[in-house]
């Protein structure tokens, strides 16, 4: 038993050289990896909620899109009294579509850089680089490219905003301020 356990030691002593060197490497290797596999969790969830923005922004997209279609196939002629609305109602589609499409590219930019990080990660510790500063970097690059992402997203979101427009007869203020429809 004392003998066993005096080879354990000798196996575990990084000073005592082993006869089998690769075993040593990989129980390194895998605790390294464990750990950063810890690490790169949290990268890995954003990457899915931007996977989900990126998703409603090409819902966002298509209904611009499907809109847009509709509006020009029942374009009227300059003469008509609707020609107006029509046209500053696609200039307004036209730059959604646009604002959209920035939007897609910055958070899929900031996916991108994401996944970089993790990637760097991973190649940082099975390499043993000193590659910190690096991947600081570019964390911060993908949390701006991201912010930008989410600053169009809401402009878009205004810009649909000025397209809505409940004809006011149907809002039957009239009513309302007469007190005939009281809660």
């Given at each position: 038993a004392k003998a066993v356990r005096a080879a354990a030691n000798r196996s575990l002593d990084p000073a005592v050289p082993s006869k089998h060197p690769c075993a040593m490497d990989q129980v390194i290797a895998v605790?390294?990896?464990?750990?950063?596999?810890?690490?790169v969790m949290a990268p890995v969830f954003m990457v899915a909620g931007i996977a989900g923005l990126l998703n409603l922004l090409a819902l966002r997209l298509n209904?611009?899109?499907?809109?847009?279609?509709?509006?020009?196939s029942s374009f009227t002629a300059p003469e008509h009294l609707d020609h107006a609305r029509q046209v500053w109602e696609l200039r307004i589609l036209d730059r959604r579509?646009?604002?959209?499409?920035r939007a897609i590219l910055l958070c899929t930019a900031s996916?991108?850089?994401i996944c970089l990080v993790?990637?760097?990660?991973?190649?940082?510790?099975?390499?043993?680089?000193?590659?910190?500063?690096?991947?600081?970097?570019?964390?911060?690059?993908?949390?701006l490219l991201l912010i930008s992402g989410l600053g169009a997203f809401l402009l878009e979101i205004r810009l649909a905003l000025l397209t809505i427009r409940v004809p006011v007869?149907?809002?039957?203020?009239?009513e309302e301020q007469r007190g005939l429809f009281r809660k």
């Open positions: 605790s390294t990896i464990a750990h950063t596999i810890q690490l209904r611009v899109v499907d809109r847009a279609r509709v509006l020009a579509i646009r604002i959209v499409n996916a991108i850089a993790v990637a760097g990660l991973f190649i940082a510790a099975l390499a043993d680089l000193n590659v910190g500063r690096w991947i600081a970097v570019a964390f911060i690059l993908a949390m007869e149907l809002l039957e203020r009239e």
